[in-house]
């Protein structure tokens, strides 16, 4: 044991550090960190506020006051994992956090050998304090074609350690601590967590395997020829993408010439994303990695990038299907065949999905999250029908006693996770290209490595929906109203 590691073990306390105090101050230094290490996320940060600044100031009335107060703090944050211990690792540094593993994405059906989760807070309470979430891939080795390069990877990736020891000792103390860590332990926890992040410009590869790693898949050297797991991108949250890819255009930046996800609305649904490209960086290779005196070469690596993205309402599983289609319908509509471009087949088809606040809540196609008003007045109506608890929703919110707003969007959408991906490697490789394996959903395989089941949002948000909805009500009951007592006609809800 280090006389670091040992030190962390003598000052344990009781003052524990709350998750969402303690991925507030991670998250600060992540992005102070990232700032550091590639200055054109500092000019993006830049953009993104300025164009946020603009929207608030001409009223924004699809943005309430918690969405307001958490986006200056808002990021996401990628990582690429190479194996079972990393991923095991990983999510027990981020439960520390006070996140957990929420949805499954396979990128193999987008030309990844990778499956995904994101690590995020769960809680309304927590998000709105700061929703930093975490893209999180590992790598699939049995999807690469090659065996030589499945081999190579895999030797790589056995001999490295991304996590110092200190960093393991404080997991230790946090699992038997309840996942908590005192105010003495929180400062070395974050230190020794960004290096974990960190970006290491000496590789552990030679130039030849790595160049080698390349041909087989552009992703899978950025994921074995590394000491660390660089972050290779974090992601600011802004209120109109189309502005800001605009913005970043004009500052030089080499934008993406596609944003990902839905089209261009009036009520933002689900997420889009758009990135500067991936930087060229100056990389020292080993000479040769069978030498005891290890010597280097300069060299190149394109990964890291500057991501932003806008994010709307959360759908529902009939919202989310009515999206899928059209997704499909305007991607097959968009062709050299058919003369039209991306952004035209996309307005064109998604025409069918409702833009307005109340037709996609009466139609049940977004989550929303319900607020009693404080309004409260003494009622005179006739006795007809009583109601139940949907129908008493429904009338309060007709009579203005409670409001409803959509739930933002949490998660990420796979197509549009490996478009960026793949916008920025060295050559961009269609859907089953390289691997040329059939490929499956492994759900439990990821849960097995990450030792935790994989949480469903689809399940978070209605549970996010009916919890507000039954504190709104009661809400509304505690001012005096005796609901055996409200009557109206089914007609008037």
């Known amino acids: 044991m280090s006389s670091k590691t040992a030190s962390i073990h003598k000052h344990r306390n009781t003052d524990f550090v709350d998750s969402d105090t303690l991925r507030t101050k991670f998250a600060l230094a992540m992005s102070a960190m990232y700032k550091k290490e590639v200055p054109l996320y500092s000019d993006l940060i830049g953009i993104v506020q300025d164009v946020n600044n603009t929207v608030l100031s001409e009223g924004a009335s699809h943005v309430d006051q918690d969405e307001i107060q958490r986006l200056a703090l808002e990021r996401h944050g990628a990582v690429r994992l190479g194996t079972a211990v990393e991923a095991h690792t990983i999510r027990r540094m981020f439960n520390v956090l006070g996140m957990s593993a929420v949805d499954y994405y396979d990128l193999s059906v987008a030309g990844l050998p990778m499956h995904a989760t994101c690590f995020r807070p769960t809680q309304a309470s927590s998000l709105s304090k700061n929703p ?6 590992l790598l699939r080795p049995e999807l690469l074609e090659s065996r030589q390069a499945r081999e190579l990877a895999l030797d790589l990736l056995a001999k490295r350690d991304i996590f110092s020891d200190e960093l393991k000792a404080l997991l230790d103390i946090a699992e038997g601590q309840a996942y908590r860590l005192s105010h003495s332990q929180a400062t070395p926890f974050i230190v020794e967590a960004l290096r974990t992040f960190s970006w290491q410009p000496f590789a552990q590869a030679t130039q030849e395997q790595h160049q080698f790693l390349s041909e ?3 992703i899978l050297a950025d994921i074995a020829c590394f000491s660390s797991a660089h972050i290779n991108h974090l992601t600011p949250r802004t209120l109109d993408i189309d502005a800001a890819q605009r913005a970043m255009k004009a500052a030089g930046m080499d934008a993406k010439s596609v944003i990902e996800g839905p089209p261009k609305r009036n009520i933002p649904i689900l997420l889009r ?11 020292q290779f080993k000479v040769d990695a069978s030498h005891e005196k290890v010597c280097y070469v300069p060299g190149q690596h394109r990964a890291r990038f500057g991501e932003i993205e806008e994010r709307g309402a959360a759908l529902t599983q009939a919202g989310r299907r009515l999206y899928d289609n059209l997704h499909a319908q305007a991607t097959s509509k968009e062709s050299p065949k058919t003369g039209k471009s991306r952004a035209e087949a996309f307005a064109e088809t998604f025409q069918e999905f409702p833009d307005n606040w109340s037709l996609l809540r009466q139609q049940g196609l977004v989550y929303c999250s319900y607020k009693y008003t404080g309004n409260f007045r003494h009622l005179d109506y ?21 409001e409803a707003r959509p739930i933002v969007y949490e998660d990420f959408l796979p197509f549009s996770a490996a478009g960026i991906f ?25 849960e097995l490595v990450l030792g935790c089941p994989i949480l469903s949002s689809s399940q978070l948000y209605a549970s996010e929906e009916m919890t507000s909805a039954a504190d709104s009500i009661d809400a509304w009951k505690r001012q005096g109203c005796n609901p055996g007592t409200v009557r109206t006609t089914r007609t008037n809800l």
């Open 216 to 218: 087989e898949h552009p």
């Open 132 to 137: 930093f979430r975490v893209f999180t891939t």
């Open 422 to 446: 793949q916008s920025n490697l060295a050559k961009s490789p269609e859907p089953g290209e390289r691997h040329g394996k059939t490929s499956k959903h492994d759900q439990d395989g990821l």
């Open 273 to 283: 994303q758009t990135s500067f490209l991936a930087l060229s960086e100056s990389v």
């Open 382 to 402: 006739q006795p007809r029908v009583e109601l139940d608890d949907s129908d008493l929703l429904k009338w309060l919110l007709k009579e203005g006693f409670v």
